[in-house]
């Protein structure tokens, strides 16, 4: 079992960065692929970016390509976003995920989930 703690949310001016960490418990972090999900007020839950296990792929969701960047750190059990160029838009909570297969962009396919960090995005 992994447990997901994220952190480094909070409000920022439109066009600022942030960089959100999502640490894992256990010795097990390489053998799981990560995501980050993002969920607006009255929205589903939405795919942003997924991390393969050796950190060798990642994919993007077209909303945040060329402004977010996942990236891992298997030593340290912990997944990353950047989030640069942030837009009013972008204002959500944002979970990591844990699953255990190969980069997957369906929240039904992770089995575990921190508990959210919330961005907000001043205009």
Same mark, same amino acid.
């Given at each position: ?5 994220? /952190?480094?949310?909070?409000?920022? !001016?439109?066009?600022? $960065?942030? +960089?959100? /960490? ?6 097990? %972090?390489? @053998?799981?692929?990560?995501?980050? %999900? ?8 939405? %795919? ?5 296990? /050796? ?7 077209? /909303?945040?390509?060329? +402004? ?8 340290? @059990? ?39 960090? !919330?961005?907000?995005? $001043? $205009?």
């Amino acid at each position: 079992q992994v447990q997901l703690v994220e /952190s480094g949310g909070g409000l920022v !001016q439109a066009g600022g $960065s942030l +960089r959100l /960490s999502c640490a894992a418990s256990g010795r097990t %972090f390489s @053998s799981y692929a990560m995501g980050w %999900f993002r969920q607006a007020p009255g929205k589903e839950r939405e %795919f942003v970016a997924a991390i393969s296990k /050796s950190a060798l792929d990642a994919y993007y969701a077209d /909303s945040v390509k060329g +402004r977010f960047t996942i990236s891992r750190d298997n030593a340290k @059990s912990t997944v990353f976003l950047q989030i640069d160029s942030l837009k009013p838009e972008d204002t959500a909570v944002y979970y990591c995920a844990a699953n255990r297969g190969s980069i997957v962009t369906t929240p039904q396919a992770y089995a575990y989930w921190g508990q959210g960090t !919330q961005v907000t995005v $001043s $205009s």
